[in-house]
């Protein structure tokens, strides 16, 4: 008969008891429970501080004075009382205006003022002075962007 090879025998693993594996659990259960508990805030962080960009053009605008304006400013008498008076029919428009402002100020004080749309080209100021009428009487004309008013056109005539 041929020759049979045996394994020696060995001792069975021993066996491990329910309640030593539960207390092993436990003891490893417990730092990763910490682990998760201070490493959650920073993932959850993570998640909320992602930054992104957007490209912004930025660019500046100065309102310029109008170039020109087609008028005749002259001194009148109206009933008895003497001033000066701007007729208009039309300006040179400023880029981007949304309204114009006419004034016409007497030598004496008082002023006319005018709101003018842009699409307005064709406008009469007239002031009347205090007393005698006689003093420079000086008109400008300004452009408005939104709320930006831009320098002034003036012009001036002497009565």
Known sequence: MPPVNLAKHSAAAPRVSSGWLAHRSGLLAAPLAVALLLGAPG???AAFTAR???ALNVGTYTVPA????????????IQGKKGAAISF?????VARATAYTATLTSPTGP????????????H??????K???????????????????GPELQQSVTC
């Open 43 to 45: 993932l959850a962080s």
């Open 89 to 93: 029919t039309g300006f040179a428009a």
């Open 124 to 129: 009469e100021v007239k002031v009347l002075s």
């Open 131 to 149: 007393g005698n009428g006689k003093g420079t009487y000086t008109f400008t004309f300004s452009a408005r962007v939104g709320p930006w008013t």
């Open 111 to 122: 002023q006319a003022v005018s709101e003018i749309a842009p699409e307005d080209t064709t």
């Open 52 to 54: 992104t960009t957007a």
């Open 66 to 77: 109008p170039a020109s304006i087609n008028g005749t400013l002259e001194c009148t008498t």
